[in-house]
């Protein structure tokens, strides 16, 4: 079920509400097992992540052996609070106070020390050192989940010792993770620089055109608006050669005497000299405008280009949604046929129970 986490971290209230990808939810497994006079229990938080050794979906879980829980209070149809609003608008509260901290597992390909693909799983990463850290936490799931029988019981179990951890190939770590396998490990504390921030000095990596639905026009305007801006640098540096050239030109004949028979030659060189003038500025202006014009259509591109990133990665991140829910769900079905064929079922033995007890009751009845 979708769930959010809060503990204490320096005197401060801290919580965890949003994984990464953020579009799917924080989920809470719970399975109490009370058959054959034994009363086992699991308990299990799994938060979504990216890891740096590999960028798709993956998750760490949070294991909570019900050896080490030592108080376990709980409140019902509380107002949460705006980081929990987010989830749901009327929650319960577990509350469990531990003996050891809480067992963190990830996948066994990922190199440790263990580190995080982009910022947003940084944050994440960082959450998850402090609650790997505390011996107390709460844990908000949707109200009416649970029956105010079934909280009493498990808070008299847990008040009693009574509870012990489920054993058999269900719960082996070697087998999760799609059978690839977990290991247990020690998160280490945050570094500086923070993760944003050595992300953010990273060079970005440019953008690949290759992938689905590749835009023509992406492809040619950074090399031909590069290619006109060359070309206006290099017209503009023939204007100002050629305007500092008829600018000394005109000092010089300024300077001199110019003869009466020459002086018609001189004032026609000088006409022919400003013409070229007025030329070369209006040929300026026009490139200017080119520019400008260019200029716009680069950032109508990049906006394009933004946008078909930031749908891609929309669109990644709702296939690891679907990933990730699908492992859930392969993985529930896996511990529920288990459960079936030996046996062990007490929704199931219940139900098969009153169907065998109504059958006899008629049979009875009908004579």
């Not at 933004?306 to 749908?311: D, I, K, M, P, V």
Request: aromatic share 6%.
């Amino acid at each position: 079920t979708t769930a959010v986490v809060e503990w204490e971290w320096d005197g401060a209230t801290r919580s965890l509400a949003t994984p990464d990808p953020d579009n799917v939810a924080i989920r809470f497994t719970l399975h109490i097992d009370s058959t054959h006079d034994q009363h086992r229990a699991h308990f299990e938080i799994i938060i979504p992540l990216r890891f740096k050794d590999k960028s798709s979906g993956a998750a760490v879980f949070l294991r909570i052996s019900p050896l080490i829980i030592t108080c376990f209070r709980f409140s019902t149809n509380i107002d949460p609070s705006d980081s929990i609003k987010q989830r749901f608008d009327s929650a319960t509260c577990l509350e469990f106070e531990l003996s050891n901290p809480i067992t963190v597992l990830v996948p066994s390909y990922v190199k440790e020390p263990i580190s995080a693909s982009r910022p947003r799983s940084g944050k994440v990463l960082d959450s998850l050192y402090e609650l790997s850290s505390v011996t107390a936490l709460r844990i908000y799931i949707q109200d009416s989940l649970l029956s105010l029988d079934e909280l009493n019981s498990i808070s008299d179990r847990v008040a009693k010792r009574q509870f012990e951890p489920f054993s058999g190939p269900d719960y082996d770590i070697s087998r999760m993770f799609s059978g690839s396998g977990a290991k247990v490990t020690n998160l280490a504390p945050p570094k500086p620089p923070s993760y944003e921030k050595a992300t953010s000095l990273q060079p970005p990596s440019a953008p690949s055109y290759q992938r689905k639905r590749p835009r023509q026009d992406s492809l040619q305007g950074p090399d031909s608006i590069s290619q006109v801006w060359d070309k206006l640098q290099k017209l503009e540096s023939i204007f100002h050669d050629k305007v500092g050239e008829l600018t000394a030109e005109n000092a010089k004949l300024r300077d001199q005497k110019p003869k009466l028979g020459e002086s018609q030659a001189e004032n026609t060189q000088l006409t022919d000299q400003s013409q070229v003038v007025l030329e070369l500025r209006a040929e300026n202006a026009r490139l200017r405008e080119e520019v400008e014009r260019l200029k716009n259509r680069q950032e109508d591109l990049e906006a394009e280009v933004a946008l078909l990133q930031t749908a891609q990665a929309s669109e990644k991140d709702t296939e690891e949604v679907a990933i990730i829910e699908i492992r859930d769900d392969i993985e529930s079905l896996e511990r529920r046929l288990s459960w079936i064929e030996n046996g062990k079922d007490e929704y199931l033995m219940k139900q098969i129970k009153q169907e065998i007890f109504d059958e006899l009751a008629t049979r009875i009845l009908g004579g």
